[in-house]
């Protein structure tokens, strides 16, 4: 029971660089997510995907992009890292965007940016 | 939009002690309201959720209630172990909306 699956688990970048994180569920939902995690912060979502071929912006958009690539997968992207961008990154999947459907999330990104 | 307002932690209790973490969180709507556990080094799993008025959710010896009139979901559980020891997240979901966190409150359980 694979469930997300996140690549890598640990990534250090410098200042400037670019870098794609992936994200792929094999339990067939439709939703998918990105949130970044920070100490004190809580979860905050960056970016969404209720279904395949839509995304939408999240609380903390900037400095990021991303891809719904089909079903299955969900990409983000730090074109330019940041220092600021430095956090957890967890992607997150749900069988569709209702109300009462938990969602599934993967182990982790840990990201620093140097 | 939605928020949600968790305890501060850390909070610390000897093994067997009874627990509370409250929450209340604002909506605009009628969300349905999950707890979220994560523990050391991993992701988020679900712990409990409740989907409309005087629901319970329970799940490992845990329960949260949702309370309408007080737009409240307190967690609580009535003999913790070490292994319980984690961050718990409180998260509304409104109608075709996204989960939102609370800030999380990290519990430590000492034998």
């Known amino acids: 029971n694979a469930g997300v699956t996140q690549t890598p688990k640990f990534q250090v970048l410098k200042t400037g660089q670019s870098m794609t994180l992936q994200c792929a569920q094999d339990?067939?939902?439709?939703?998918m997510y990105w949130y970044r995690q920070d100490p004190g912060m809580g979860l905050r979502l960056i970016y969404y995907?209720?279904?395949?071929?839509?995304?939408d912006k999240g609380e903390v958009p900037n400095g990021y992009n991303v891809s719904r690539l089909n079903k299955r997968e969900f990409s983000l992207r730090l074109e330019s890292a940041a220092p600021s961008q430095t956090s957890v990154y967890f992607c997150?999947?749900?069988?569709?965007?209702?109300?009462?459907?938990?969602?599934?999330f993967g182990q982790g990104t840990r990201l620093t940016v140097v | 939009g939605d928020s949600v307002t968790q305890m501060e932690g850390p909070v610390t209790l000897s093994e067997e002690a009874f627990l509370t973490i409250n929450c209340t969180y604002t909506?605009?709507?009628?969300?349905?309201l999950f707890w979220y556990v994560q523990y050391p080094g991993e992701g988020l799993q679900l712990l409990l959720k409740?989907?409309?008025?005087?629901d319970k959710g329970s799940n490992k010896g845990f329960e949260a209630t949702y309370r309408k009139e007080t737009t409240s979901f307190h967690l609580e559980k009535g003999s913790v172990q070490v292994s319980d020891s984690a961050v718990y997240f409180c998260a509304p979901r409104e109608r075709y909306s996204t989960l939102t966190f609370g800030k999380g409150t990290m519990l430590l359980v000492s034998p």
């Open positions: 995907s209720a279904s395949e071929g839509t995304t």
């Open positions: 339990m067939n939902h439709n939703s």
């Open positions: 997150a999947s749900s069988e569709a965007q209702w109300q009462d459907l938990e969602a599934f």
């Open positions: 409740a989907t409309k008025a005087d």
């Open positions: 909506a605009t709507g009628y969300p349905s």
